[in-house]
């Protein structure tokens, strides 16, 4: 390891030392978002491209499906599930979709398949993804798990998706909560189990979790602002502008960028 990298290390398990010991009543816990923040990308978007091209879609959650896409593109829907994949992730970046309406549309479109098949479809977009985790924020994470600081994980995704790239990835988690899809004996249903967890949604996750208030937040969408409002410390992770912008009067911020952290407020 060079001189460089040994300072960008200390840095990081400085953070986590300062989890465990983290005044009241904050936890010595750390809270993490997973889609942008653990990884490059999105979990999300990869199970959707990936459901829509190269896995059959029930019939049940096709008609869903197109019924959002009726509603967002009108006539102008692709009839090509693929390039219906792209043109929903389009939408949305592009402001015409809100990001509880992606989320949903993606998951429930998971769902209508025995749990086998969901299982391998999860399996080989986690296989992928786990080659995406940050080098800095596995860093933290194995550190963590070397100091006993436990990681709650946070997420829009579908909840066993984020678990199962975790442990291909071969990081140690204590909870997941994110998108549930409704089971029903060995079928996987379209329709989701309960709220996603989005913005505030992220607080009632981690206090159901008996993870609140932790002591490091990590995060990198505007989205994540209300959770890491409430951390002792926020890591904002190659952050978006919206999230820069919404934790810029917060204290305890540091920003964590090709794996250097800085106190200081970067151009994004």
Do not use: N
């Not at 300072?7 to 978002?33: M, Q």
Request: glycine residues 12%; contains cysteine; proline residues 7%.
């Amino acid at each position: 390891m060079s001189h460089d990298e040994s300072i960008k290390a200390e840095g990081l398990r400085g953070l986590v030392r300062a989890a465990r010991t983290a005044p009241a009543p904050y936890r010595p816990i750390i809270a993490t978002d997973a889609d942008g923040t653990l990884w490059e990308g999105d979990i999300g978007d990869d199970l959707f491209i990936e459901a829509l091209t190269h896995h059959p879609v029930g019939p049940e959650a096709l008609a869903g499906l197109l019924s959002g896409a009726r509603e967002v593109f009108g006539d102008d829907a692709p009839s090509d599930l693929g390039e219906l994949a792209l043109a929903f992730i389009g939408a949305y970046r592009a402001g015409r979709m809100s990001i509880e309406h992606i989320c949903k549309i993606q998951s429930e479109v998971l769902g209508d398949r025995s749990r086998l098949a969901l299982d391998a479809l999860l399996s080989r977009v986690a296989e992928r993804v786990a080659e995406r985790i940050r080098p800095a924020v596995r860093l933290i994470v194995e550190e963590a798990g070397r100091e006993g600081v436990e990681v709650h994980v946070v997420t829009g995704s579908l909840e066993a998706a984020v678990a199962t790239t975790l442990r291909r990835a071969g990081l140690t988690h204590a909870t997941v909560s994110g998108a549930t899809l409704r089971t029903e004996g060995d079928r996987v249903l379209p329709t989701l189990a309960r709220p996603i967890p989005l913005h505030g949604g992220k607080v009632d996750a981690l206090q159901a979790a008996g993870a609140w208030p932790p002591a490091l937040g990590m995060g990198d969408g505007g989205w994540d602002a209300t959770f890491l409002g409430g951390c002792a410390v926020a890591l904002l992770v190659h952050p978006s502008p919206a999230l820069l912008d919404a934790m810029t009067p917060a204290p305890g911020v540091m920003i964590l960028r090709d794996g250097c952290v800085s106190s200081r407020t970067p151009a994004p």
